[in-house]
């Protein structure tokens, strides 16, 4: 039965582990996109917690939000704007990249310079399949792709106990078996995936401001 202090202890035990790693990005000073201060913040203490899927679907948003923020950025310009202007300003741009699927977003900022190609084909091919479509869309064939397509078992009664029968298991089509592959993915991919994201989010910034100049 879990208890409170089974929890105190994990968040504790999690904290003091990983708090060293993972503060960096508590201390960001972001120059453009302070929108996405939050939302940093709250994926950051998922990684302190070691919450590999909280993890990858909140860094999806950061990543769908980023390149959103990025195409309206490079619209309106960086430079102040008066209060009683902001809705003449962002209603177009909102309008025109607001609800951008993930790949058009992909696709606009390379056209905008915002992203380089090389960046735009990892988004494109690996990001847009195995984390954002495999994640937060739940086709998770995608990610199990490269995984192989049997796994090993065997199976007992309690009359023989001794008596182990090997049976072949496909590994890509039976739910419990996928969930224990996708957990695995995340566990060796969720920090490095936020990494990504957020050291692409200071490039697009770096790219912002040079363009503004």
């Given at each position: 039965?879990?208890?409170?202090?089974?929890?105190?202890?994990?968040?504790?035990?999690?904290?003091?582990?990983?708090?060293?790693?993972?503060?960096?990005?508590?201390?960001?000073?972001?120059?453009?996109?302070?929108?996405?201060?939050?939302?940093?913040?709250?994926?950051?203490?998922?990684?302190?917690?070691?919450?590999?899927?909280?993890?990858?679907?909140?860094?999806?948003?950061?990543?769908?939000?980023?390149?959103?923020?990025?195409?309206?950025?490079?619209?309106?310009?960086?430079?102040?704007?008066?209060?009683?202007?902001?809705?003449?300003?962002?209603?177009?741009?909102?309008?025109?990249?607001?609800?951008?699927?993930?790949?058009?977003?992909?696709?606009?900022?390379?056209?905008?310079?915002?992203?380089?190609?090389?960046?735009?084909?990892?988004?494109?091919d690996i990001i847009r399949t195995?984390?954002?479509?495999?994640?937060?869309?739940?086709?998770?064939?995608?990610?199990?792709?490269?995984?192989?397509?049997?796994?090993?078992?065997?199976?007992?009664?309690?009359?023989?106990?001794g008596l182990l029968k090997p049976?072949?298991?496909?590994?890509?089509?039976?739910?419990?078996?996928?969930?224990?592959?996708?957990?695995?993915?995340?566990?060796?991919?969720?920090?490095?995936?936020?990494?990504?994201?957020?050291?692409?989010?200071?490039?697009?910034?770096?790219?912002?401001?040079?363009?503004?100049?």
């Amino acid at each position: 039965m879990l208890t409170k202090e089974i929890f105190e202890k994990n968040f504790t035990d999690s904290l003091n582990k990983n708090f060293p790693s993972y503060s960096k990005y508590f201390n960001f000073e972001y120059r453009v996109f302070f929108e996405l201060t939050t939302s940093v913040f709250q994926v950051t203490k998922c990684m302190i917690l070691e919450l590999h899927f909280a993890t990858i679907t909140l860094t999806n948003h950061i990543l769908e939000r980023l390149l959103k923020l990025a195409l309206i950025s490079k619209a309106v310009g960086i430079k102040g704007i008066p209060t009683e202007d902001w809705n003449a300003t962002f209603a177009l741009p909102n309008e025109k990249y607001g609800s951008l699927m993930l790949g058009n977003s992909i696709e606009q900022c390379l056209k905008e310079g915002l992203i380089t190609e090389s960046e735009k084909n990892y988004l494109f091919d690996i990001i847009r399949t195995h984390f954002r479509n495999g994640f937060s869309h739940a086709d998770i064939n995608n990610v199990l792709k490269g995984f192989p397509e049997t796994t090993q078992g065997f199976q007992g009664t309690f009359n023989s106990p001794g008596l182990l029968k090997p049976i072949s298991l496909n590994s890509k089509v039976i739910p419990t078996i996928q969930t224990m592959q996708m957990e695995s993915f995340a566990k060796s991919n969720a920090n490095n995936y936020f990494d990504f994201v957020f050291n692409l989010l200071g490039k697009i910034e770096a790219r912002i401001i040079e363009f503004d100049k």
